[in-house]
């Protein structure tokens, strides 16, 4: 299960930032030809992130957290393909800095799912 567990989060990890560079990208206007590649990527993604999730419960994780993160997906998917019907106009940068946000947010699903494997969900530091 932990090498499951490692694979699935470096795909999540190598897949969200590949995500975050290329959505950077589309918002300076360049390489709007690979949005499609984007919708792609981020599918693996969020598949990734629910895998993650499976795994991580399997394992003895927090069930909660992998239902949470498996409904986090959800919203990434909704909002990413629906983006282009919402806010359409001046206001778009709102959904577009939105979709970026909850992106991130489930990156840190992701994290967050493997540190309860491994033992703690927020490690405290010694003082």
């Given at each position: 299960m932990t090498i499951a567990i490692?694979?699935?989060?470096?795909?999540?990890?190598?897949s969200g930032l590949i995500l975050i560079?290329?959505?950077?990208?589309?918002?300076?206007?360049?390489?709007?030809?690979?949005?499609?590649?984007?919708?792609?990527?981020?599918?693996l993604f969020v598949f990734s992130l629910w895998a993650l999730a499976a795994f991580s419960a399997a394992a003895g994780g927090s069930r909660r957290l992998a239902l949470q993160a498996i409904l986090w997906g959800i919203l990434v998917l909704v909002l990413g393909l629906m983006q282009d019907r919402l806010f359409v106009g001046d206001g778009h940068w709102v959904i577009q800095v939105l979709h970026l946000l909850v992106g991130i947010g489930a990156l840190r699903q992701g994290e967050k799912l493997v540190a309860d494997v491994k033992g703690g969900l927020l490690p405290v530091a010694p003082r």
């Open positions: 490692a694979t699935t989060q470096a795909l999540v990890r190598v560079v290329m959505g950077v990208f589309f918002w300076s206007g360049r390489a709007l030809n690979l949005i499609p590649v984007h919708m792609l990527i981020g599918l």
